[in-house]
Every structure is written in structure tokens, then in C-alpha cells.
């Protein structure tokens, strides 16, 4: 009877750790993740000798702290049958970055970029950390380079006289007369030109008010006080596009 007992008990006690296992395996089973893989050129077709913006990544982005994805190749077929490798790429935490290229003969090119096998530092859109993302590859981009060269937006030369019509972003040239204030405090662009604001001695423009964080750029260019010949805006789907007041001379 006790043998019988002590087989039962044993039995139970068996089943109960298996089943207590269960959670434990199943735990351990890491989620694996094949994200994709994407390249773009600006310009494209572009001139021979000119630089080309690659944007290279993949669509999922990261969570701070998880700076971005590492290690990612561009690999570049030739026209001449060469192959160029821009190696190693690291992205920011939107996924993706931004690398330059210059072609050097005229010709079609095959852009592809490989994605290595990685780990997901810190969950992000459902997926947990520990997660491992599959390396990929993206498609081939073909990228056209030509010998004529590329025609772009002309600009609009400085004033040689006094100026009183309005001015927009799209006066590139004026950059580094049209600064409007300072930067604010901490920010990453330097938008303060030197000298920019002080004396209406050659032709000049003096403004009375701030009108956005350090001029008409949302990031700095254009007349964004002359550091940046270049202006772009990103939207309120990033960040506002309007900056938070400050002070001048010790002011918060």
C-alpha cells in the first residue's frame, strides 16, 4: 500500500515540475524579428563627379537608449564591373542615415545595403528587448550617372542697394545677412552670424523681433543668421516648429 503511495506522490510531484517548467521554456524562446531593408539616392540620375545622398536603414527605429542599428554595408556595383563598400554604417534611432558617394565614371550603378543580425537593446512598438532582428538585404537601386551636368534652382544674387521687400527661406544667397536673433541656449546649430546684426554698414537687414529659433529654418538654414546656406523643415510631426521663448542677458 505505502508502495503505491510513494508511486503516486512521485508521479505528482513529476508532473507538477514539468508543468512548472513550461512558463520557464516557453520564456526563454526570443522572438525573431526580419525587418526591411530599404536604399535611396538624391540625386538620382546625379553628374559624374557629383556627391550622391544614399539613405540607407531599415523602417523600424530604435528606443533610447538603443543609439540605432550598427554595422550596416552599402555595397556599390560598378559600371566598369568594380564593387565600392561603404563600411561601417550605423544609423540614428529613426532606423535610417544618411551616407555620401561620388561616382567617377558615367554609367549605371546597383546600390545595395545589407543588415546585419542584431539584437533590440529596448522594446520598441510591441517588440520586447532581447528580441533578434534577421539579417536582410535590400533591393538593388539602380543609380544613374550621365555626363551632362544637373540643372538646379538659380538663386538670387545679394542686393547691391537698399532692400525693403519682404525675404523668404528660398533667398538662399541672403543667408549671411538675414539673421534675425540668436540661437537658444544649448541648441546643436551655431545660428549667431558674427557682425550679422550690429551696423547696417553694407546692405543689411535688421530685425526688430524674433521670429522662430534662430531664423526661418526650423533647423538653421536659409536665413537662419548665415551658418547654413541650406534650409529644410522637418513639421510638427517631429518637433514644433516654433522654438520655446528665451531671454536676453541672463533671462530664462
Not at 546625379?46 to 550596416?72: C, E, M, R
Not at 551616407?99 to 543588415?115: H, M
Not at 558674427?194 to 538654414?221: C, F, Q, R, S, Y
Request: one cysteine or more.
Amino acid at each position: 500500500m505505502w508502495k503505491i503511495k510513494i508511486a503516486w506522490l512521485t508521479i505528482l510531484l513529476s508532473v507538477a515540475l514539468l508543468i512548472s517548467l513550461i512558463p520557464t521554456a516557453m520564456s526563454q524562446q526570443v522572438r525573431r524579428v526580419t525587418p526591411y531593408v530599404f536604399v535611396g539616392a538624391i540625386p538620382n540620375p546625379v553628374h559624374v563627379g557629383d556627391d550622391v545622398l544614399l539613405h540607407v536603414g531599415i523602417t523600424l527605429y530604435t528606443a533610447w537608449p538603443q543609439s540605432g542599428w550598427k554595422n550596416l554595408k552599402v555595397i556599390i556595383e560598378r559600371p566598369d564591373g568594380k564593387v565600392d563598400t561603404i563600411y561601417p554604417v550605423n544609423t540614428d534611432t529613426t532606423g535610417g542615415t544618411g551616407v555620401l558617394y561620388r561616382p567617377t565614371i558615367v554609367g549605371t550603378y546597383y546600390v545595395q545595403v545589407y543588415f546585419p543580425e542584431q539584437k533590440v537593446e529596448v522594446a520598441v512598438l510591441g517588440i520586447p528587448a532581447g528580441s533578434i532582428m534577421n539579417e536582410a538585404w535590400s533591393e538593388k537601386l539602380a543609380l544613374i550617372v550621365r555626363e551632362e551636368p544637373l540643372e538646379y534652382w538659380p538663386g538670387i544674387p545679394l542686393p547691391s542697394e537698399y532692400w525693403s521687400r519682404p525675404v523668404n527661406s528660398q533667398f538662399r544667397e541672403w543667408a549671411c545677412i538675414t539673421g534675425n536673433w540668436l540661437a537658444p541656449k544649448g541648441y546643436y546649430i551655431d545660428m549667431d552670424c558674427p557682425g550679422n546684426d550690429d551696423a547696417p554698414e553694407t546692405p543689411h537687414i535688421l530685425w526688430a523681433k524674433p521670429l522662430v529659433k534662430g531664423g526661418m529654418g526650423a533647423l538653421g538654414g536659409g536665413l537662419a543668421g548665415g551658418g547654413i546656406p541650406w534650409e529644410f523643415e522637418d513639421g510638427d510631426a517631429y518637433e514644433g516648429f516654433v522654438g520655446q521663448p528665451g531671454g536676453v542677458g541672463g533671462g530664462g
